[in-house]
Structure formats: C-alpha cells, structure tokens
C-alpha cells in the first residue's frame, strides 16, 4: 500500500536576524522528519508546546516552505510547487483550526463561508452549491437555517461544526487538525471528537490529528507520532503507545515515570548536542551527548529514537 | 452550614450583569466555606459562574455592569470576622493581595512588561509590608528562590517576555505569596501550560500550601486538575453549585447527572486495546445563557433523567452522606 502522505527527511528552518549586518540564525522547527500517513488513517501528533508540531503541519500543507527534504502526496512530489499549483491540491487537502472564533470570516454568512469553497474550486453551479452547503450542513449536525446566519451567532462547538463543514466541503481526502477541540468545553469537546470521528469512518479520511491532550489523541488516533524539539521521539501505534512507551519523552508525558520531567524545553536555536532529549531525561547517560539516536524499530510499527535500550523495557 | 473554623464563608453570593434591560445572574446562589490549609475546587465549564465567584470575593468586578445583590462574604481572620461584601474599597485594599490573594490563568497579561520581575515583586512588598526599597529587594529575590526559579538573583532584573510561559507563572506565584496570604485564589493558572510545567506548578502550590498553611480556592474546568491538587470539589453549572463533596465522593462517586455526564465526556487513557467504534458520550446542546436560565433545574433541558417536575421549582441541594451533597431531586435514581 502506498501513502497518501509521504514525508521523507523534511527539514523546516526559519532565518533569524538579529540585526541588517548580522548572519541569521536559523531556528530549525523540524528537522529530518520522517512520516507516512496512510488512506484512511488517523496519525495523532503530540509534544510540548515549541517542539515543532503546527510547523510540521503547516509544512505538510504546504503553509511553509520545507527547507529541505521530500512532501508527496498521493504520489506527487509537492514540496516546491507553487501556490497556482497547489491550488488544484487544496481540494482534496484541508485544515481544522483550534479557534472557531478567529478561522472564520465574520462578516460572511455561513452559506458563503461554504460556498466559497465550491466557487474557488469550481464545484457545482451557483444554484446546487446552496443545495450542498445545506447537506454539508446536516452531515455536521447544523438546521440547515444556520446557511443565512452569521458566525457570531454561534457557540464555540457549533463554529467547529462550521469549519468542519468547510473543510469536508470540496470532498477533502486528507484533513489536518490543529487542536480543534482545544478551546471547546468538555461537554462540547465530546460533541465534536464523535462528529470527527463519525466523519472520518464514513468518508474514509486520512487525518494528521494534532493535539496536547493525551486522551484526546489517544481516543481519536490509529498511531501516534511524539515530537520533540522538532524530531521524532517515538512512533507507534496507539494503545502500544500508552500502555508501552519505550521513550524516555514518551514515557515521561504520560506520567508513566515516577519523577516529574524536570526543567524546560529548551530554545531551538541552541539545541543540546547528541539526543536533544538528554538534559531533560531522568535516564542519560555520557554518550547520550555525542550520538544523535536513530529512529529504530523495537516492534514492528513501533519505533523510538532512544539509545538506552535497557530502560523502559514495559 | 456555616463552619465555625472556616477561614472564609460565602453565604448565598449573587452576583449580576445588568446590560441595557438585560439582568444575567452569573453567581445565582452559591455557598461554600474554607478552612486553613485546605483547597476547594471549584469547577465548571465556560460560563458556569466560577470565575466570577472568585472575581466576587476579590471584589474586582468592574460595577456596573456587575452588582452583588446577595448576600454575605464572611473572611475570619487572625481573630475578627468581617463581611468582604461591606468593605469600603480602602479597607478591601488593605486585604487584597495581602490576606487573599490571587494567581490568574495568563501570567503575561498580569505581568507589567516595563518593569523587571523583581520590581514587580517588591512593588507588592513595600505597599503591603511598608518594607525598605533594599530589603523588598531581597526579599524578592528569596521569594524568585522558593519558586524554584534557578539563579534568582540575576533573573530578578530580567524582564517578562525574556521568560517562558511556567516561569511566569512562578513569578506570579511568588507575587502573590509576598505577604503570607491567608487565601490564595488560582484561577485557572494551569490551563496556558504544557502538561508537563502543569504537573510541575500544581506540585509547587500544594507545596507552598502546606508549608504556609494556606487556604486555596482553585479554580478549573480540568477535571485532571482537580484530581491533583484538590481536598474538596464544588462542581458549578449555571451560576450554581450542583454538588459538592470530597474529592474522591465528587470523582468515584458523582450523584448529579451533570457531574456524572462531565466525567464520561472526558476521553481517558485506556490500557484497554482501542475500539474504533467508541465513541464518547456527549452531554446534548449547550450551557444555557446566564440571561435566560432555564426554571427549575438548570440542567434538566440536557439531562437524561429530567422529568417534569425537575423545572417545577429549583431543587435544593441535598445531603448524601457526610459532605457530600447533590442539588437534584432525582439523584437516588442516578
């Protein structure tokens, strides 16, 4: 089976000036990640704030611009592909965002916020797009009067629904959510995670589904990658990940170690040498400063970036 | 109810917006006291009344639009009782950020960014404690140490952007234990933080707490939270208490369907294999507005259990067992 999604190596780096004479700094927000996401397939993304999780994303849709590795989707290389070309992608790509209240355009009524989708992708006549936004519309659990109001009108959870809608709207295949239930309550939070996951079973949607809530990620995901100062820390798949993490991080986020994690993320301008893990981790060793670990499989589907093979042995 | 050894009472606080012929009752009702050392959490989605209780106790809400129509604040310390809710606003200054203090959710926003942090600190040092410029100073910077921020001394002149988001809250931590409070108010000051600065903040204040022998109030919408720093929970819908109790009654043993209905909606880490047809169950529609709150129970337009008379009259709350209390007529059947 071939990957809706193939990341290979990619590389996202930002120049930092300091000042018109100085030489910039780079600030490298991912850096050699390796993913593949399956049709179909729900990869959770998790890691602290800073480790590289909504650059990864934006990258994947081409928001930014990779630095250097390989983005292909459904086979075709879209790593330097302009903005005209991408265009024709956008259709069959889509975005969740965290904030309901800032993702949509105030002053559109929610019929236009839909329909916009169909007009720039050039679905369907003027005439049937009402017909489409209204059944988009059923399909996330809105009346269909909610076409002719405004988004003000709504509560936090019903926006979500809105911009799952236009999201869905031009038959997406791949959707990259970015904390869509982050700023909802919890009783709102449950509305949503089961319409997502409903949508997502019956249109067989590939999603990168980030989020800082374990349980969250844990509910909605096949897999799970945890990222960390902009690298891969361990990949596997969801229940193995919590009820094994092999990662010092991974272990560490779930609480599964006795010791509190100490200290902070560090700055990705400077990040430590080695394993950019090892000045936060309760097991590093000497050596855990000079080799930079390798992503290596411990079980099939399960990888971890960890040298200390004698630790978190489950 | 009242506990003769509580630190502070709050006897039926009722607290209101008026907005053109509008009157939203935010805090509709709400009782509860506090001894020395203890934390109660108050929890509650958006819009549930528990920042404004707390905001009601600092007295910091801005009135109008906000009035307090009900009914008494009683804070009993070092040996005189007074009623908050009748202090003039000189005498409520001589309190707040001295005897009660608060910690808020966005340590940025509360933080001036002009001055350093030390400044910031010995601000509060020098109004409340009439200390010297020096010795406000240093005792800043002891204050920056027992926080746990690393190299106290030269982090005292830093500025606040130059800090992360957990060391800000420490700092603010640090500002509001200046003077030994006798309660501190957290609203929420975990909710801006990674998971993991959340777990270490949470272990700091219940640290702080016991060594200074502090009563807390916590606010939340983190049920997690709750389950780490709290010795007892109030859960608040619509400007109401709807049950009170133990933390381990309130988490394991929930009477009230909302609270019950709160607890299920919370996707939890399984050790269990992942069952893609799960789904969560979702508590239907949305919390009412504080305008136009529903008669009877506020929660019977989405609760499962509701039968006529649960919007006939306002159901009280109800004794359980020991603490525990339950404000619906239908909890035996729950």
Not at chain 1, 30 to 48: H, K, M, P, Q, Y
Not at chain 1, 245 to 255: I, M, V
Not at chain 2, 218 to 241: C, K, N, P, Q, W
């Amino acid at each position: 089976m071939t990957a809706l999604v193939d990341i290979a190596g990619l590389d996202v780096a930002f120049p930092l000036r300091r000042s018109l004479f100085a030489r910039p700094r780079l600030l490298r927000a991912v850096a050699g990640v390796d993913l593949a996401i399956g049709r179909g397939e729900v990869v959770g993304l998790v890691g602290e704030s800073g480790s590289g999780k909504t650059t990864l994303a934006r990258a994947v849709m081409r928001l930014v611009a990779p630095t250097a590795g390989q983005i292909r989707f459904d086979g075709i290389d879209i790593t330097h592909r302009d903005r005209a070309a991408m265009r024709a992608l956008r259709r069959r790509m889509q975005m969740i965002f965290q904030d309901p209240y800032s993702s949509l355009n105030p002053r559109l009524r929610v019929r236009d916020i839909i329909g916009e989708a169909y007009a720039i992708h050039g679905i369907g006549t003027p005439r049937d797009r009402r017909e489409r936004a209204e059944a988009m519309l059923a399909r996330v659990g809105l009346p269909a009067d909610a076409l002719d109001r405004f988004p003000h009108e709504f509560s936090g959870g019903q926006r979500q629904r809105i911009g799952i809608a236009r999201a869905l709207a031009t038959g997406a295949e791949f959707v990259v959510a970015d904390e869509p239930v982050s700023a909802l309550d919890v009783s709102v939070q449950a509305q949503v995670l089961n319409l997502l996951q409903d949508l997502q079973q019956s249109l067989g949607l590939a999603m990168l589904f980030i989020a800082h809530d374990l349980g969250v990620v844990q509910h909605i995901s096949d897999r799970i990658v945890v990222l960390y100062l902009g690298r891969v820390m361990e990949v596997a798949p969801s229940d193995v990940l919590y009820t094994q993490p092999r990662h010092p991080y991974t272990a560490a986020l779930l609480g599964a170690t006795p010791a509190r994690l100490r200290g902070e993320i560090p700055s990705p301008l400077s990040p430590p040498s080695g394993c950019v893990f090892r000045t936060r981790c309760p097991y590093a060793i000497a050596p855990c400063a000079s080799v930079v670990p390798r992503l290596i499989e411990v079980t099939p589907g399960h990888a971890k970036a960890c040298i200390r093979d004698d630790v978190l042995r489950g | 109810m009242s506990d003769p050894a509580a630190l502070i009472t709050v006897d039926d606080l009722r607290t209101i917006f008026r907005t053109g012929e509008e009157v939203a009752r935010a805090v509709d009702g709400v009782s509860f006291s506090l001894r020395a050392g203890e934390t109660l959490a108050l929890v509650g989605e958006s819009g549930s009344g528990k920042s404004v209780t707390a905001l009601s106790i600092m007295r910091l809400l801005p009135m109008p639009p906000a009035q307090i129509v009900g009914r008494r604040i009683v804070f009993a310390d070092r040996g005189t009782e007074q009623d908050l809710l009748t202090l003039t606003e000189r005498q409520m200054r001589r309190i707040r950020g001295r005897r009660i203090a608060m910690v808020f959710q966005e340590p940025m926003s509360s933080l001036n960014p002009l001055l350093t942090i030390g400044e910031q600190i010995a601000e509060g040092l020098r109004l409340h404690l009439g200390l010297s410029r020096a010795a406000a100073a240093e005792r800043a910077c002891e204050l920056l140490a027992r926080v746990n921020i690393p190299d106290p001394v030269r982090r005292s002149g830093e500025y606040p952007h130059r800090l992360s988001g957990g060391m800000r809250q420490r700092v603010m931590i640090a500002a509001a234990l200046g003077c030994n409070p006798a309660l501190l108010i957290a609203d929420e000051p975990t909710t801006a933080l990674d998971v993991t600065i959340q777990g270490q903040i949470l272990e700091l204040l219940r640290s702080l707490q016991q060594e200074l022998c502090m009563a807390m109030l916590f606010v939340t919408h983190d049920l997690g939270v709750v389950s780490e720093v709290a010795d007892r929970v109030a859960v608040m819908y619509a400007g109401r208490i709807v049950e009170t109790g133990s933390r381990a009654e309130i988490l394991s043993a929930p009477r009230h369907p909302y609270t019950k209905a709160l607890l299920g909606s919370v996707p939890r880490r399984r050790s269990a294999r992942r069952d893609p047809a799960a789904r969560l169950p979702a508590i239907p529609g949305q919390v009412p507005s504080a305008a136009q709150l529903p008669p009877g129970c506020t929660f019977a337009p989405r609760c499962g259990l509701a039968i006529p008379a649960c919007t006939a009259a306002r159901p009280a709350l109800q004794p359980i067992a020991g603490a525990h209390a339950v404000r619906c007529i239908r909890w035996r059947e729950t």
